[in-house]
């Protein structure tokens, strides 16, 4: 990773992926099955100023079938996006969707949310997974413990993803090697767990950091504690990450926690939470998140955001899209998660800007308090 320019901890930075170049910080969009929740494909990413598609390991699992996907030319002959792609190792959904699951030292065992069949995914089993989908940077299989969890368990929880981390560079090492390997310069990035402990998160950060990965993540936060908790920990751990590689705070968040995240040292971030809002009418804007469905909104002429140039706010009015909501019309949703993807995407591509010129305390003191807050 190119460290371009930095403002106290927080870096702006270039990545040249097998995929093309991300300039970072950078929100990557959510895809969970190959597509944005709300009929949003690989092909309007491009308008919406997406530079990374994150694709869902386990899902891809159960349905379509890695296998198959890999058939079709993997994720980007499957999916249409030619970028970047990353695939989450699966661990996540596996001890939270999963209806039955038991942990062992070889791996999880679990039963499938769709139809119940019995499963097992273990580190080689997410990387061979992954290598069939293609993607650009794969994940390594961690164990998501519950937060909060006790001291005890957090600390062999820790231990027990440093073991299957390695495993996980032992099978990416012998994938890259085989002649048909879709992608042979796959990366891989490790993740950080720990919980809320500040000792956990320092001793397994600086134990991963060791084996030299493509990248590292911060994982098992934004799941229910406080927000001062979340950044508690980032305060602690982002010291001992590698400098010259990218850093990935997982599942996170609102535009202010990106904000802060930025703030302390981090370059990526992925959350479901701009696509999920827009579904049930929620929106962002430079003044504040709206409830399309209030009937203020009802004689509205003027756009979602007046400070918006994504393609609905050039096109459509307030009143409009709450009359689809209130419709029922799929095309409301669509609208919506259009927007929200592109204002994730353009705050990061402000936050980029500002770094540039040098104005990004500035930036965070004007946004800070605001973007979060309910219109």
Known sequence: MEIVKTCGAARRGVLETPHGTVQT?????????????????????????????????????????????REMGGLHGFTGWKGPILTDSGGFQVFSLAKLRRIGEEGVTFSSHIDGRRLFIGPEESMRIQSKLGSTIAMAFDECVENPAKYDYSARSCDRTTRWLKRCVAEMEKLREQPDTINPKQWLFGINQGCTYEDLRIRHMQEIAELDLDGYAVGGLAVGEPT??????????????????????????????????????????DCVMPARNARHAHVFTWEGHRNMLNQ?????????????????????????????????EMLAM????????????????????????GTFEEFYQTYRGVLDRRI
């Open 228 to 269: 001062e908790d979340m950044y508690r920990i980032l305060d602690a751990v982002v010291p001992h990450m590698p400098k010259n590689k990218p850093r990935y705070l997982m599942g996170v968040g609102t535009p202010e926690n990106i904000l802060e995240g930025v703030r302390r040292g981090i370059d990526l971030f």
């Open 25 to 69: 910080p950078a929100f990557m969009n959510v895809a969970t099955c190959g597509a944005i929740k709300g009929a949003v494909s690989a092909y309007d990413l491009a308008e919406i100023k997406c530079q990374v598609q994150l694709c869902n390991t386990y899902h891809l699992h159960l349905r379509p079938g890695e296998d198959l996907v």
């Open 334 to 357: 669509r609208l919506c998660v259009i927007h929200n993807l592109y204002f994730y995407n353009t705050l990061t591509e402000r936050i980029r800007e500002a770094l540039d010129n």
């Open 296 to 328: 203020k909104y009802e004689h509205d002429p003027r756009p979602l955001d007046e400070d918006c140039d994504c393609p609905t706010c050039r096109r459509h009015s307030r009143a409009y899209i709450r009359h689809l909501f209130k419709a029922n």
